[in-house]
């Protein structure tokens, strides 16, 4: 018990215990003549008591104490974990934890505490911070667990949905329906553990859209229904030039698809010598076609195949380089096998020999695609659009303001030829999307929460280079925002929805920065948020010790003792001398 005492004046302890052996040790002097007889002893034992009472008024004692050990039981909570802690630690004490409470100062106190269940949802971790906790979880859910799905998208985009569903139930099955209840894709679960799935569908039309995944048994019943917000944008019209050393089939088709997406287009072939042809397409013609920076400066995004590349004079690759860096132009090289074997060509993009001349993208199982016999190296500033087991097929570099992408992969018409329609066009939109001229963005915006619920704290971030912007929410509410130190233009706020359907925030004065979000009520991905939250719990207390050592909290000895002791002492003292004279 020694080690457990400490004292409320810390400071005044040797000084008082100095000053004390002092009157002690006079006050045996003054009693001197009577030794060796037991009444020296006697007071002098008696003195000590008395002066080790007056220390301990002074320095008001203390004990440090801990309460003992606690659970803290959550939702899906096993009952077996609960009997067993109760086997091994005599008198647990049991608290029920409800979300957005706060918790008693008693836990303060605990040597131990056992979170059990599911966990603490996220927005509470911060009360247990400081305590000895001991992560104790539950069953892991059924259902889905794990989810990954684009929130946004333009027409034409394949939304994929990828996740792992925990204990199916085989013959169920999950089926992705479009705002309509259409059912635009679906599959049967099977008896594994756990069954990875994808579902997908193309996006059509612009709009904030609710999509879903349902679970139905074998009969068609629907077993439960998530929801699943996606925001699709209109498509950015570009304004395209395609050069051609000589007409191919693959530009024939790519014309055709840029045309119907609404693109607008100038295409150039060389079709003999000294003989070009140039079409327009949702354009009206032009009279010039100098490959000058003020002309290449009107389009968003050149395409351009290896042999129209290589016959481009030394000046006019300067010139195309400086609208890259300075115009932001966007460059597409469409390679062929010698442009990959030389050197020096413009972003100088590492490559390696594979031997392969077709390839499976990823995610699209079965359908192959040609290629030259090469892949994209790995390097520092290389971008992957896509890839395969292989390597990277295609991908690009920042070059100034610009953009500049390469592909190894040839002949991607004849996807269009075999069926496989989307494959094509996700190809070449991802090209588009990301390689084309930057267009500056009033605001963009990042959501650090990945499902937003109704009554809960949604995270976010907004980019804007104001000094200090001002984010309104839906109902005219200003959400406080906070600036990074190390990115003055990065912002972060966290609001609270209070109704459950769409709903936007902007900056103050500016309509066009607006963001959409879907806010959900908290029966939506029950697994989904069970598993987020258990992950986060197992971290958030990962590195805590199971046990206190230190100083819990204190408990004061009560001084009326020692006050006692010195009255009873001093009082002895006074009248032992009367006594013995008498």
């Given at each position: 018990?020694?080690?457990?005492?400490?004292?409320?004046?810390?400071?005044?302890?040797?000084?008082?215990?100095?000053?004390?052996?002092?009157?002690?040790?006079?006050?045996?002097?003054?009693?001197?003549?009577?030794?060796?007889?037991?009444?020296?002893?006697?007071?002098?034992?008696?003195?000590?008591?008395?002066?080790?009472?007056?220390?301990?008024?002074?320095?008001?004692?203390?004990?440090?104490?801990?309460?003992?050990?606690?659970?803290?039981?959550?939702?899906?909570?096993?009952?077996?974990?609960?009997?067993?802690?109760?086997?091994?630690?005599?008198?647990?004490?049991?608290?029920?934890?409800?979300?957005?409470?706060?918790?008693?100062?008693?836990?303060?106190?605990?040597?131990?505490?056992?979170?059990?269940?599911?966990?603490?949802?996220?927005?509470?971790?911060?009360?247990?911070?400081?305590?000895?906790?001991?992560?104790?979880?539950?069953?892991?859910?059924?259902?889905?667990?794990?989810?990954?799905?684009?929130?946004?998208?333009?027409?034409?985009?394949?939304?994929?949905?990828?996740?792992?569903?925990?204990?199916?139930?085989?013959?169920?099955?999950?089926?992705?329906?479009?705002?309509?209840?259409?059912?635009?894709?679906?599959?049967?679960?099977?008896?594994?553990?756990?069954?990875?799935?994808?579902?997908?569908?193309?996006?059509?039309?612009?709009?904030?859209?609710?999509?879903?995944?349902?679970?139905?048994?074998?009969?068609?019943?629907?077993?439960?229904?998530?929801l699943l917000p996606v925001s699709i944008k209109p498509v950015n019209k570009l304004k395209i030039?395609?050069?051609?050393?000589?007409?191919?089939?693959?530009?024939?088709?790519?014309?055709?698809?840029?045309?119907?997406?609404?693109?607008?287009?100038?295409?150039?072939?060389?079709?003999?010598?000294?003989?070009?042809?140039?079409?327009?397409?949702?354009?009206?013609?032009?009279?010039?076609?100098?490959?000058?920076?003020?002309?290449?400066?009107?389009?968003?995004?050149?395409?351009?195949?290896?042999?129209?590349?290589?016959?481009?004079?030394?000046?006019?690759?300067?010139?195309?380089?400086?609208?890259?860096?300075?115009?932001?132009?966007?460059?597409?090289?469409?390679?062929?096998?010698?442009?990959?074997?030389?050197?020096?060509?413009?972003?100088?993009?590492l490559m390696s020999s594979d031997n392969t001349v077709s390839v499976t993208l990823k995610g699209?199982?079965?359908?192959?695609?040609?290629?030259?016999?090469?892949?994209?190296?790995?390097?520092?500033?290389?971008?992957?659009?896509?890839?395969?087991?292989?390597?990277?097929?295609?991908?690009?570099?920042?070059?100034?303001?610009?953009?500049?992408?390469?592909?190894?992969?040839?002949?991607?018409?004849?996807?269009?030829?075999?069926?496989?329609?989307?494959?094509?066009?996700?190809?070449?939109?991802?090209?588009?999307?990301?390689?084309?001229?930057?267009?500056?963005?009033?605001?963009?915006?990042?959501?650090?929460?990945?499902?937003?619920?109704?009554?809960?704290?949604?995270?976010?971030?907004?980019?804007?280079?104001?000094?200090?912007?001002?984010?309104?929410?839906?109902?005219?509410?200003?959400?406080?925002?906070?600036?990074?130190?190390?990115?003055?233009?990065?912002?972060?706020?966290?609001?609270?929805?209070?109704?459950?359907?769409?709903?936007?925030?902007?900056?103050?004065?500016?309509?066009?920065?607006?963001?959409p979000f879907y806010v959900m009520d908290s029966t939506q991905w029950r697994s989904l948020r069970?598993?987020?939250?258990?992950?986060?719990?197992?971290?958030?207390?990962?590195?805590?010790?199971?046990?206190?050592?230190?100083?819990?909290?204190?408990?004061?000895?009560?001084?009326?003792?020692?006050?006692?002791?010195?009255?009873?002492?001093?009082?002895?003292?006074?009248?032992?001398?009367?006594?013995?004279?008498?």
């Amino acid at each position: 018990m020694i080690h457990n005492l400490i004292s409320e004046n810390q400071d005044w302890i040797w000084p008082l215990l100095v000053g004390a052996l002092i009157v002690w040790m006079i006050f045996l002097w003054k009693e001197w003549r009577q030794f060796p007889q037991p009444r020296f002893f006697v007071k002098g034992f008696v003195a000590l008591l008395t002066v080790f009472a007056l220390v301990m008024l002074v320095i008001r004692p203390t004990i440090k104490s801990t309460s003992g050990r606690m659970a803290l039981l959550t939702e899906g909570f096993r009952k077996q974990q609960l009997d067993s802690l109760r086997k091994v630690h005599r008198g647990l004490k049991v608290l029920n934890y409800h979300p957005n409470r706060s918790l008693p100062d008693s836990l303060l106190n605990l040597k131990e505490l056992y979170v059990m269940g599911e966990g603490v949802q996220a927005f509470d971790l911060w009360q247990l911070q400081r305590l000895p906790v001991t992560f104790v979880p539950g069953s892991m859910p059924r259902g889905i667990v794990k989810l990954q799905h684009p929130r946004e998208g333009i027409p034409g985009d394949i939304l994929r949905v990828d996740g792992i569903y925990n204990r199916p139930v085989k013959n169920n099955r999950l089926v992705l329906s479009g705002p309509g209840g259409v059912n635009l894709d679906s599959l049967v679960l099977g008896k594994e553990k756990e069954q990875a799935f994808q579902l997908s569908t193309e996006l059509k039309a612009s709009g904030n859209y609710l999509f879903s995944i349902a679970e139905k048994d074998s009969s068609g019943k629907e077993l439960s229904k998530e929801l699943l917000p996606v925001s699709i944008k209109p498509v950015n019209k570009l304004k395209i030039w395609i050069m051609n050393g000589f007409p191919t089939f693959e530009t024939r088709y790519l014309k055709n698809y840029l045309a119907e997406s609404g693109h607008q287009l100038m295409v150039r072939s060389q079709v003999s010598r000294n003989r070009f042809k140039t079409e327009y397409l949702n354009m009206e013609a032009g009279a010039s076609f100098a490959f000058t920076t003020k002309n290449l400066d009107q389009f968003d995004l050149l395409i351009i195949d290896a042999e129209a590349y290589r016959k481009l004079s030394g000046p006019f690759r300067t010139t195309l380089e400086k609208a890259i860096r300075e115009g932001g132009l966007g460059v597409f090289i469409q390679s062929d096998q010698l442009y990959l074997k030389s050197t020096g060509n413009l972003g100088d993009f590492l490559m390696s020999s594979d031997n392969t001349v077709s390839v499976t993208l990823k995610g699209w199982p079965g359908v192959k695609v040609e290629k030259w016999p090469f892949i994209l190296k790995e390097e520092f500033g290389l971008q992957t659009q896509q890839a395969s087991a292989e390597g990277i097929l295609t991908g690009y570099k920042r070059m100034g303001k610009g953009r500049l992408g390469l592909t190894v992969l040839q002949n991607t018409y004849r996807l269009l030829l075999d069926g496989h329609q989307n494959q094509f066009r996700k190809i070449w939109a991802d090209i588009l999307s990301v390689i084309s001229r930057r267009a500056d963005p009033s605001a963009e915006w990042d959501a650090l929460t990945k499902h937003v619920y109704k009554d809960e704290p949604f995270h976010f971030e907004v980019r804007k280079e104001l000094k200090r912007p001002e984010v309104i929410h839906k109902d005219s509410f200003v959400v406080p925002l906070a600036s990074k130190i190390d990115l003055p233009y990065v912002w972060e706020g966290i609001t609270f929805p209070r109704e459950i359907g769409w709903s936007k925030m902007e900056i103050s004065g500016d309509s066009t920065s607006s963001y959409p979000f879907y806010v959900m009520d908290s029966t939506q991905w029950r697994s989904l948020r069970t598993i987020a939250t258990m992950d986060a719990n197992a971290l958030a207390f990962s590195g805590k010790s199971t046990s206190r050592n230190s100083q819990i909290s204190s408990r004061p000895i009560s001084i009326i003792w020692f006050f006692l002791l010195f009255l009873s002492g001093m009082s002895f003292l006074w009248l032992e001398p009367k006594i013995y004279s008498g």
